[in-house]
């Protein structure tokens, strides 16, 4: 019976030195997937990216009609051919669809490549603006993730604003 009341203490006086300390903690919250998504410099990296790889999008679609149209020869005309000139027109064919299954491959790797180049300098000025307004605003901690964010605690709308938009 004595080791109750000592345990009922304890834990009353373990509260009240916890409750004080997050009492006064300031916690924000930044959404980064809007930020990514939304944030003028992400969305001029987008633009930036779409037109360093719009001749080559361009040349890809190209080449896939050159296919789509060989091949509807070939079924179009295919049994009327000479058994030659049809081996000749599939031969191409498969060359072409090669050449259009690499080309697409090394087309996605390198826009993988500058897409995460880009997202890496947004993510480094973003975690920047965080740490400034952080600072600024005396904030205890800043998280990413969350179950549950108050519209209180996030500052995603003033990230973007020290980014340079909305």
């Known amino acids: 019976m004595k080791f109750k009341p000592f345990c009922t203490s304890l834990m009353l006086v373990s509260m009240a030195i916890a409750t ?3 009492a006064d903690t300031k916690i924000g ?3 980064t997937e809007r930020l990514l998504r939304e944030a003028p410099l992400s969305v001029a990296a987008q633009k930036k990216l779409e037109r360093e790889f719009a001749s080559r ?4 679609q190209k080449l896939a009609k050159q296919a789509r ?11 009327t051919m000479s058994e030659t000139e049809r ?6 064919l498969g ?3 090669r050449d259009l299954q690499r080309q697409g491959r090394e087309f996605r790797e ?5 897409r995460n180049e880009e997202l890496g300098q947004i993510q480094e000025r973003a975690r920047k603006a965080i740490q400034d307004i952080a600072k600024a605003e005396k904030f205890d901690i800043i998280v990413e993730q969350a179950v549950y964010v108050d519209a209180r605690t ?3 709308d003033r990230v973007m604003k020290a980014l340079g938009g909305k």
Do not use: Y
């Open 57 to 60: 999008d361009q040349e890809l």
């Open 20 to 22: 004080p300390a997050w």
């Open 95 to 97: 060359n072409l669809n």
């Open 29 to 31: 919250f930044v959404n």
């Open 154 to 156: 996030d500052i995603t």
């Open 87 to 92: 081996r000749n027109k599939e031969r191409d």
């Open 69 to 79: 149209d060989l091949q509807a020869q070939l079924d179009k005309d295919g049994v």
């Open 110 to 114: 390198d826009l993988n490549l500058r």
